[in-house]
């Protein structure tokens, strides 16, 4: 654009307008709705399973099912204003339609880490299989560097080993 080129200094877009490819006018219902349907989809996953999580002979007012059944909620009710928001035919699908490349890999990737997490803490300490699978997640998102690889993960697992353990006493 000229503007910027005379405000700034950039180079003015050479191309015009018509020779940029076109992205379609208005995404179909089943791809607007395809990313909130999987995310109510997981989020019933999760508070279901909850539900087969074994409750422990102690008192108290949470139990181990409170936190995936808050998660669960809260996945789906993130999900359920997403579909809401997609809905009007004419939503603005700019931030679905710009997908990152290897995003749907990285979505998997981190799935994966989820269930291998959930498979390893029947044989590891909570505290070891929670540093292994937010370290993971940082990976998977992109993070690199001791701070978001080590740091980060020891900080989120004593905080959540804290909470749930110390404060709530719930056995992890």
Known sequence: MAYDAV?????????????????????????????????????????????????????????????????????ILFSLAAAVRALPADAPMEELEARQPGGVGRILAS?????AYG??????????????????LVAISGGRGWAGLVVFPVVVTTVLWVLFSLLLRVPV
Request: contains cysteine.
């Open 111 to 115: 799935l994966g880490a989820v269930a």
């Open 7 to 75: 405000l700034d200094g950039t180079p003015a877009d050479p191309a015009p307008i018509s020779a940029q490819p076109s992205e379609p006018a208005s995404a179909s219902l089943l791809w607007r709705l395809a990313g909130p349907l999987c995310g109510i989809a997981v989020g019933a996953a999760v508070v279901g399973l909850a539900q087969t999580i074994a409750l422990p002979a102690i008192e108290g007012q949470f139990s181990p099912r409170w936190w995936p059944q808050v998660s669960g909620a809260a996945i």
């Open 119 to 136: 498979a390893l803490w029947h044989w590891l300490d909570f505290r070891i299989v929670t540093v292994l699978l937010v370290a993971g």
